[in-house]
């Protein structure tokens, strides 16, 4: 039997700990939800929709709760308020859009044919979260798959043992029923044979590359289809007209924000060389500014890393930059705290895109600022990565900006704003990113199959 641990990055304590299920356990859930699965969706869509809202309000109830216990379990400062205003919006829009949605799209309806396309459930799909933000990207497939008729299984990510827990509880006492939404704790073998054997109609991860790639080789062969969000480099171009006070203030926050630990974080911001000097000076001083310590005491800005492992990563690409030529523009004399988990924030100039700051996902609270020429250079060094979530755009030209995505190899294009999440626009990436897509009207798409009716009446 496998023992679950969650240690605390606030002081290495072990916060939770839960005992993985057996193989035989695991397939029995399935088959529970496999079960329970049909009467789930042949109950009137509004009926769904409204008892996953209630559920979604459930979690609400919890949020003074929740909030610190997130703080225990990952980091996140409780001075942010926890995920529920995006928790809901999602929930709440995606419940908007349902009935249009997964309406039947309808060819024809004369008097001799009737010929129209459904939209059928999965069946049991499997969700596997990530810690970083555990509930908000736990509810982007939670929702409409249960809104769709599906059934669910949740396999969060054992540095958020408790969340998982918190929202079944919450979703059980709206009233969707216990085998319909199931929090399961499951360790990487058992759910790699699950998925090898087909036990899941669609699977929906959110994690590493190499994650991704482990779930592919699981599902080689069974045709399962998948959503898959792994990552990103994300990259930031301030224009020549940028309001610099804005562009300086949201990415910097973008790449600061939960110390760094953002799927759609801002990793390298490039700079307009007639703004260069001064959006680095803003940049260098609202960093300055920030103060690393304890999550739950009200006053800290940016709490520790998820895992030790991680700021360790950070700090070797850090100082594999800077002894490479790279400059590292924040004096550690600021940040005496740092050590372990609590890893101070960094910015670099003078990197090159051949140093692995560069190349790889950082996942903490570093960001490297380059000029650049023109347009041209921008596009360039935007699209060298491997990665393509987002990037973000920092003009007063619209039609500008537009014409600069359109060349961008990324999942979504943001002006003037990032790190930022629109339940009604496409949730994807490209590359290394992953495939597939969660929320819009695209994700009730992917969480169902198309099934044609053509109805020849006699």
Known sequence: MTTLTCISPIDGSVLAEREALSSEAARAAVARARAAQADWAARPLSERIRLVLKGVANVGDMNDEIVPELARQMGRPIRYGGEFRGFEERAKYMAAIAETALAPIEAEDSGSFKRYISRDPHGVVLVIAPWNYPYMTAINTIAPALIAGNAVMLKHATQTLLVGERMARAFHAAGVPEDVFQNVFLDHGTASALISERAFGFVNFTGSVAGGRAIERAAAGTFTPMGLELGGKDPGYVLEDANLDMAVEVLIDGAMFNSGQCCCGIERIYVAESLYDSFLKKA???????????????????????????????????????????????????????????????????????????????????????????????????????????????????????????????????????????????????????????????????????????????
């Open 284 to 458: 260098v001083r609202l960093v300055e500014s920030y103060r690393l310590g304890d999550p739950l005491d009200p006053e800290t800005t940016i709490g520790p890393m998820a895992q030790a492992r991680f700021a360790d990563l950070v700090r070797a690409q850090t100082a594999e930059a800077v002894a490479s030529g790279a400059r590292a523009m924040i004096d550690p004399a600021l940040f005496p705290q740092d050590g372990g988990t609590y890893l101070m924030p960094q910015i670099l100039t003078g990197v090159t895109h051949e140093m692995r700051v560069m190349r790889e996902e950082s996942f903490g609270p570093v960001v490297s600022i380059l000029p650049v020429k023109d347009d041209e250079e921008a596009i360039r060094l935007m699209n060298d990565s491997d990665y393509g979530l987002t990037c973000s755009i920092w003009t007063n030209d619209v039609t500008r900006a537009e014409r600069i995505g359109q060349r961008i190899e990324t999942g979504t294009v943001f002006l003037n704003r990032a790190d930022y999440l629109d339940p009604a626009l496409c949730w994807t990436g490209c590359k290394d990113t992953g495939r597939g897509g969660g929320l819009s009207v695209i994700g009730y798409q992917n969480l169902t199959r198309p099934k044609s009716y053509h109805l020849r009446k006699l």
